[in-house]
């Protein structure tokens, strides 16, 4: 008889976040399904069930090596934890001493959930030089939040926990029911459906919602500041705002009237390529329905005006009074185990460490807690070597930042780069050595990522494979080979800290021990709190923690930094209007958002199950447009711009805007080889962007709007690489088996 186990923990194969319970026989992993009694009522998607061929995957890093040949070669050897652990300290150490603290990076990619340990690396050495994808992902949308609101982390109240759902939603450039978990989880966005009177879509591409909706609006990509300031113009004009709320609790209203005059809905729908009826339509249903929601999609950060766009965006809300009130943006009252992340924050990043920030003193709003990527990527083009030792954790920046070729040429210059991960990869070959990280399903963790009224238990359930560790305990070594006051003797010791403020079942600190078994803590239900600039929770008499105490429409903070105090559109870099004689060239709008449920960005290209959905990466394009650029459904397309071209498989669709390009973005194939980084110039519409056009507050670049042209790729130009698969079956390159 096998000996069978459950185990219950959380799932982190995305963001992660939905509960899991999983079943073991004789210590290998059988199954895998959500549970029922979880947050997230037992739902999972195809990324976490596939996790069990993330575990025994011949990808996997196994053993810590070090490259000896050059990077990007592929020669590897394996060395002890001990060789690896203290080389990488060793080298730190010397940078210290002979640069400074600044000259080291510490980086990672998308949140995983080790952010606050990456954070915390960062601080406790003493550099403000993190690198992290935040600037294109989120940080844009929590920093405009906090500097209108006083209160960073905005939700969307899908849950009914205040007695009501929101009646309006907006899906700004987001399609929530793919990219769960991300601010808040599909799961409740989905129940909320029920009860909802206007969804509204706000996407140059049919999201799957897109026929449910009541409205949907496909504005050319990258103007979504205009569209807001244009709702904000009829809100104005047809007095719909929300007179109690604004009244009492706004600053700046007149200002704002003032700057949305122009916005006239012809002016939106000129600049938009959108029915000017639309623009009206949106702004009665967000104003009249209430409550309501917005849900910000990180297309919109993924821009040179992401800032503007974002406040504008935020300043909506407020017009609408749709803040803090039940089944609106609502800032939720956090778990008894408090800010998970002031593991980080209690470590101030001083002055010093600020001022050595790279990008720190042109992006004022972005770089003040982690370095602009895209700045040091051409200070290292320029030769002057900002970095010395970078320390990598779980992000793919060759793939994932603009201009490829811009970024491969600068990450080859880096002195030292470590890199951990799960799997062999782009960044992995870059680097000089690479530490294998252990899976969810391998360790013990305290998960606190979106949304902030709860934290979670990550359990183990098997071993990991090889030697490979849990991200905590090799930021913990290296913690304590370095600076070791401000790190722990064991992994246990440094949960058991983290979530100290809670209480155990002793009426004691809640314990690690404890916390697992418990699997979540957190606020929800009756114990969440609405309203709470009406009473003294964020000052005494009520108000917003802002420096006017007031919702801020209006910002002199924003103009004492030398930025613009009110919402202003600016076009993208490259746009029909912003560089026409580009557009003659290259006559298409082109995107490179759009989540594949199957894959999390770069990743699950090497995961059988998942890569069967989809082997090579598609683009769509409307039928009618397909036409007229002489390319068909199923072809292989170049797709060209001024820095590079790309083949993706076109995917004709009437629901995308005409004239406009969407490729999937984050592309590498696994089983190509370690030249080339895994074929990261094949599909990648990174080897499209600019870093040249970077929005003023966040340093965000032009991601989600360039121009291309479009046009079939010859026969003889597929015979190369993974083009000339033409069935599935790759076959991995990099299995360490016989180490
Ligand atoms: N053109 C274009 N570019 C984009 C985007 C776009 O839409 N268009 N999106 C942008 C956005 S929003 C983001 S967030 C970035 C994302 O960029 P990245 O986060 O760099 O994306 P991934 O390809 O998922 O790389 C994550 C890496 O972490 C590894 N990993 C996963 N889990 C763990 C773990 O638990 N521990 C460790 N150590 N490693 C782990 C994976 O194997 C993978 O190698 O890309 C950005 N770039
Ligand atoms: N399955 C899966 N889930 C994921 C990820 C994944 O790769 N796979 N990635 C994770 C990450 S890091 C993030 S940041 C989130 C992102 O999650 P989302 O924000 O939902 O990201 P996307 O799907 O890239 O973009 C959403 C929509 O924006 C539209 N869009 C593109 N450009 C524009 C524009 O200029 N204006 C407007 N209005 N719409 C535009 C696209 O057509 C797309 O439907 O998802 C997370 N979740
Ligand atoms: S949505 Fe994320 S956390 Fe939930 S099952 Fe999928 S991968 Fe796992
Ligand atoms: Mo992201």
């Known amino acids: 008889?096998?000996?069978?186990?459950?185990?219950?923990?959380?799932?982190?194969?995305?963001?992660?976040?939905?509960?899991?319970?999983?079943?073991?026989?004789?210590?290998?992993?059988?199954?895998?399904?959500?549970?029922?009694?979880?947050?997230?009522?037992?739902?999972?998607?195809?990324?976490?069930?596939?996790?069990?061929?993330?575990?025994?995957?011949?990808?996997?890093?196994?053993?810590?090596?070090?490259?000896?040949?050059?990077?990007?070669?592929?020669?590897?050897?394996?060395?002890?934890?001990?060789?690896?652990?203290?080389?990488?300290?060793?080298?730190?150490?010397?940078?210290?001493?002979?640069?400074?603290?600044?000259?080291?990076?510490?980086?990672?990619?998308?949140?995983?959930?080790?952010?606050?340990?990456?954070?915390?690396?960062?601080?406790?050495?003493?550099?403000?030089?993190?690198?992290?994808?935040?600037?294109?992902?989120?940080?844009?949308?929590?920093?405009?939040?906090?500097?209108?609101?006083?209160?960073?982390?905005?939700?969307?109240?899908?849950?009914?926990?205040?007695?009501?759902?929101?009646?309006?939603?907006?899906?700004?450039?987001?399609?929530?029911?793919?990219?769960?978990?991300?601010?808040?989880?599909?799961?409740?966005?989905?129940?909320?459906?029920?009860?909802?009177?206007?969804?509204?879509?706000?996407?140059?591409?049919?999201?799957?919602?897109?026929?449910?909706?009541?409205?949907?609006?496909?504005?050319?990509?990258?103007?979504?500041?205009?569209?807001?300031?244009?709702?904000?113009?009829?809100?104005?004009?047809?007095?719909?705002?929300?007179?109690?709320?604004?009244?009492?609790?706004?600053?700046?209203?007149?200002?704002?009237?003032?700057?949305?005059?122009?916005?006239?809905?012809?002016?939106?729908?000129?600049?938009?390529?959108?029915?000017?009826?639309?623009?009206?339509?949106?702004?009665?249903?967000?104003?009249?329905?209430?409550?309501?929601?917005?849900?910000?999609?990180?297309?919109?950060?993924?821009?040179?005006?992401?800032?503007?766009?974002?406040?504008?965006?935020?300043?909506?809300?407020?017009?609408?009074?749709?803040?803090?009130?039940?089944?609106?943006?609502?800032?939720?009252?956090?778990?008894?185990?408090?800010?998970?992340?002031?593991?980080n924050l209690e470590l101030p990043i001083t002055d010093e460490m600020k001022s050595k920030i790279i990008g720190g003193d042109r992006f004022k709003m972005g770089a003040t807690r982690t370095c602009n990527p895209d700045t040091m990527v051409k200070r290292l083009l320029a030769g002057d070597a900002p970095i010395k030792v970078w320390f990598s954790v779980g992000g793919q920046q060759i793939v994932h930042m603009a201009n490829t070729k811009e970024v491969v040429a600068a990450i080859e210059r880096v002195e030292f780069m470590s890199h951990t991960d799960l799997f062999m990869g782009p960044m992995a070959e870059a680097a000089d050595i690479v530490l294998p990280a252990a899976h969810w399903l391998e360790l013990d963790d305290v998960y606190d990522m979106h949304p902030r009224f709860m934290i979670e238990a990550h359990n183990k359930v098997i071993e990991p494979p090889g030697e490979a560790m849990s991200d905590a305990w090799i930021f913990n070594e290296i913690g304590k080979r370095v600076v070791p006051d401000k790190w722990w003797d064991t992994v246990e010791d440094m949960l058991d800290y983290q979530i100290r403020r809670g209480e155990g079942p002793d009426g004691g600190p809640l314990k690690w021990k404890d916390f697992s078994e418990k699997l979540v803590s957190g606020c929800w239900g009756p114990d969440q709190v609405y309203y709470k600039y009406k009473t003294d929770f964020w000052r005494e008499g009520g108000g917003f923690p802002t420096p006017s105490g007031k919702f801020e429409f209006k910002s002199n903070h924003l103009e004492s930094l030398g930025y613009d105090p009110l919402p202003v559109y600016a076009e993208p870099g490259e746009s029909p209007v912003s560089t026409p004689d580009l557009f003659k060239e290259y006559p298409l709008v082109m995107s490179s958002g759009y989540r594949q449920p199957f894959y999390f960005l770069g990743q699950y290209r090497n995961i059988p199950w998942l890569r069967s959905f989809m082997e090579f990466p598609t683009c769509q394009l409307h039928p009618e447009t397909a036409k007229l650029y002489g390319v068909e459904d199923g072809d292989i397309v170049w797709i060209e711009g001024p820095r590079g071209r790309i083949r993706q498989k076109l995917r004709t669709f009437p629901g995308i805007k005409r004239g406009v390009l969407m490729a999937t973005a984050n592309c590498f194939y696994p089983e190509e080889p370690a030249k080339g980084y895994h074929g990261v110039f094949i599909s990648n519409p990174n080897v499209l962007t600019s870093n040249d056009h970077l929005d003023p507050m966040y340093g965000s670049p032009d991601l989600t709007c360039l121009l291309c042209k479009v046009y079939k790729a010859k026969d003889e130009e597929l015979k190369e690489e993974v083009f000339r698969n033409e069935e599935y079956g790759f076959v991995p390159p990099h299995s360490q088996e016989d180490m």
């Open 1 to 343: 008889m096998a000996n069978r186990e459950v185990v219950y923990s959380t799932c982190k194969s995305c963001h992660g976040g939905c509960g899991v319970k999983v079943t073991k026989e004789d210590g290998v992993v059988v199954h895998i399904e959500g549970n029922p009694d979880s947050l997230t009522g037992g739902t999972m998607c195809s990324k976490g069930l596939s996790s069990i061929q993330h575990i025994d995957n011949p990808y996997r890093l196994k053993y810590p090596m070090k490259q000896v040949g050059k990077k990007g070669e592929g020669k590897w050897e394996r060395i002890s934890w001990d060789e690896a652990l203290d080389t990488i300290a060793d080298k730190m150490k010397a940078a210290i001493k002979d640069y400074g603290p600044h000259t080291i990076a510490i980086s990672q990619g998308t949140g995983r959930g080790y952010n606050r340990y990456t954070m915390r690396l960062a601080r406790s050495l003493g550099t403000g030089n993190a690198i992290t994808p935040g600037y294109v992902c989120h940080s844009p949308r929590l920093g405009l939040y906090a500097l209108v609101t006083g209160y960073g982390r905005l939700y969307c109240d899908y849950h009914g926990w205040g007695g009501e759902f929101p009646k309006t939603q907006i899906m700004w450039a987001k399609q929530l029911e793919i990219s769960s978990a991300d601010s808040e989880m599909c799961y409740w966005y989905m129940r909320s459906l029920d009860y909802v009177k206007n969804l509204i879509i706000i996407d140059p591409r049919a999201s799957a919602y897109a026929t449910r909706a009541n409205l949907w609006i496909q504005p050319r990509p990258g103007t979504d500041c205009a569209l807001a300031l244009g709702m904000m113009n009829v809100i104005y004009e047809e007095e719909l705002w929300d007179k109690e709320f604004v009244d009492n609790w706004t600053f700046g209203f007149e200002e704002l009237r003032e700057r949305v005059k122009d916005f006239t809905p012809e002016k939106v729908s000129d600049i938009c390529w959108i029915p000017k009826e639309h623009v009206i339509e949106a702004a009665r249903m967000w104003a009249i329905d209430t409550p309501g929601t917005i849900q910000v999609g990180s297309s919109l950060e993924r821009q040179a005006n992401c800032g503007h766009t974002l406040r504008a965006i935020t300043c909506l809300m407020g017009l609408a009074g749709n803040i803090e009130r039940p089944g609106s943006m609502v800032s939720w009252v956090l778990p008894d185990t408090g800010l998970i992340e002031d593991f």
